[in-house]
């Protein structure tokens, strides 16, 4: 592992002194003895060997034992490659949510970094294939097909690769149940048998206690059932700070208790950044809470969407539990039932840029103990997750555009989603979660269908969640249609709750791949149906016309208005827009 670089000695490509640094322990010092300091003390303390060259030689190899023991004992692995041959008609699944619509990955694929890169979305380091073989590492890893293999390679952690049977529910299962094992527990049962409502749309950063209510009421007024309402960013002073504006919110607390009697639950926004001119700041600042500059003692500018913020580092335990507490005084204070968790995306936390408490807790590690704080809170939501398929957290697609290509990802998303042990998932905002969309519209020539059609899709997911005000931008007719799915999703409740608990033991995932269901009957490529646990197949347009084709399993079906179908074949349907087409078995 030793080298030279330039006139620098350096350990796995790092400097001799930045290695000192890295393994030393903080209070630990080194004293290198130069040349001049030998002459200059000779006379007092005389060596013992015959030179100052053998002197410094000696002084060499000591070190070099010293910084290769610390090396080896608590530097990360040697970077590890492997190349695994794609076999004949293999498909592979898995890494990250957002390339859902890529998969099955085709045999030439661009590099993806589960390191730097989470696509705005889950991931897991874990690749599984319709012949029942996965990829597993401990540590986050690039990878590319390409020429007819898989290449992996991962700084951290181990490389795993096994034959697990035949099918990729098989393979999945294997790897889920090894490495992603179901705890048992679910998130609570509301968010699967009631629509979601998210202030985000109507209000953007405008979030008050007049309207807030008002949006509340209009779900009312309107025929929607209740459920769970999130207040979104810009309810509280500044970020890293958890009191709501007095100028926006002038008795919160009763805001909240009425919001109960409504029958909502409620929750808020929170992310991990602290705005670096507040009060907060200079607090956790003295505290050490916050992630540093590299190589100081400063706090690190993180850049995000919405400026330039200090961070929290959660590998410090003081600052992850000085979090906690502080998330759970405001339920105490506000009867605030669960909280939004925004951010944590790895790329803000590279090794090269910050430092953080622990010395190893960098990228993905922060993810990850970002996503850990949210088992403290049953009522949770995440768009950024690494590794923690299987636990009870309520995960959310990233942001999808107010487009057909948006409408059109929503199945493949949440299938890759499922297949990386993220069950308990919702498909992102019904319409898409981009507010530029919905601003200054004119409803006569605003495309309502696609509205229409992202509604359906929600309906037959784990959860459903609106945010622009169907109310405002559609009319009468199609405002109708969206009622009706969002009471189709709460007469759906007890069994998709039913599948959560099943997901809770066994860790299968609710809404799944065709190939999964039903192995080696020709639906590897199929990225426009799912079963939607073990009875329902849905197969909803997903594009703006009025037809589609679906392909049924072996066996007899029976369709949403009751036709039965001979499976084995492909059939066109007509769809109008207040169709969503689902099949079940007739056994």
């Avoid at 590794?387 to 493949?412: E, F, H, I, N």
């Avoid at 009025?546 to 179908?565: A, C, E, F, I, M």
């Amino acid at each position: 592992s030793l080298g030279l670089v330039g006139s620098e000695m350096c350990i796995r490509d790092r400097p001799i002194c930045q290695s000192v640094k890295s393994v030393m322990p903080s209070e630990s010092k080194v004293r290198l003895i130069s040349r001049e300091h030998l002459k200059s003390n000779s006379a007092v303390h005389p060596p013992n060997l015959s030179s100052i060259s053998h002197i410094n030689i000696y002084i060499m190899k000591k070190l070099i034992l010293s910084i290769l023991a610390f090396s080896l004992a608590t530097t990360a692995l040697p970077q590890q490659v492997k190349e695994i041959e794609i076999l004949p008609n293999e498909k592979w699944w898995g890494g990250a949510t957002d390339l859902g619509n890529k998969m099955p990955f085709c045999d030439n694929t661009t590099e993806a970094d589960l390191q730097t890169q989470n696509f705005n979305n889950q991931t897991t380091p874990l690749l599984i294939s319709n012949k029942g073989r996965y990829i597993w590492c401990d540590g986050p890893f690039r990878f590319q097909l390409r020429d007819g293999k898989i290449r992996i390679e991962s700084a951290r952690g181990t490389i795993e690769h096994a034959t697990a049977g035949n099918t990729l529910k098989e393979a999945y299962l294997a790897a889920s149940g090894k490495y992603l094992p179901p705890t048992g527990i679910l998130p609570p049962e509301l968010f699967f048998s009631k629509p979601q409502y998210n202030t985000w749309i109507e209000l953007i950063y405008n979030q008050n206690q007049e309207d807030i209510l008002k949006y509340a009421r209009s779900i009312i007024d309107n025929g929607f059932p209740t459920g769970i309402l999130m207040i979104d960013d810009n309810w509280q002073k500044d970020y890293g700070n958890f009191n709501f504006r007095p100028d926006k919110f002038p008795n919160p607390k009763a805001m909240v208790d009425e919001l109960h009697a409504m029958g909502f639950k409620v929750m808020l926004w929170v992310s991990p950044f602290v705005s670096p001119d507040s009060e907060e700041f200079r607090y956790l600042k003295t505290k050490g809470y916050l992630v540093k500059r590299k190589g100081s003692d400063q706090p690190a500018i993180l850049d995000w969407w919405n400026g330039s913020s200090a961070c929290y580092d959660l590998s410090n335990p003081d600052a992850y539990n000085h979090l906690r507490s502080t998330l759970k005084k405001m339920q105490q204070d506000y009867h605030i039932d669960g909280f939004k968790f925004d951010a944590g995306d790895p790329e803000r936390y590279p090794e090269k840029e910050v430092d953080v408490f622990d010395r190893q807790s960098y990228d993905t590690e922060q993810t990850y103990l970002w996503a850990k704080l949210g088992l403290e809170f049953p009522y949770n939501e995440f768009r950024a997750c690494w590794k923690l398929g299987g636990q009870p957290l309520v995960q959310r697609l990233g942001d999808k555009k107010y487009s057909w290509d948006g409408v059109a990802s929503l199945v493949p998303s949440m299938i890759a989603a499922g297949l990386l042990g993220y069950s308990y998932a919702c498909p992102d905002m019904i319409g898409g979660g981009e507010y530029s969309s919905f601003q200054g519209i004119d409803a006569s020539g605003f495309d309502q269908t696609l509205i229409v059609r992202s509604c359906q899709i929600h309906s037959m997911m784990p959860m459903m969640q609106f945010s622009v005000a169907p109310w405002r931008i559609l009319n009468k007719e199609n405002l109708e249609t969206c009622i009706k799915y969002a009471k189709w999703h709460e007469q759906l409740g007890d069994y998709i709750l039913s599948q959560a608990k099943n997901a809770s033991i066994t860790g299968e995932p609710i809404v799944r791949h065709m190939d999964y269901a039903f192995p080696n009957q020709g639906f590897e490529e199929c990225r426009d149906q799912y079963m939607l646990g073990d009875k329902y197949l849905v197969a909803p347009i997903m594009s703006s016309g009025n037809t589609r084709t679906v392909k049924l399993p072996k066996g007899k079906w029976k369709d949403d208005l009751g036709k039965v179908y001979k499976g084995g074949k492909t059939y066109t349907l007509d769809v109008p827009l207040s169709r969503l087409p689902w099949f079940v078995e007739v056994k």
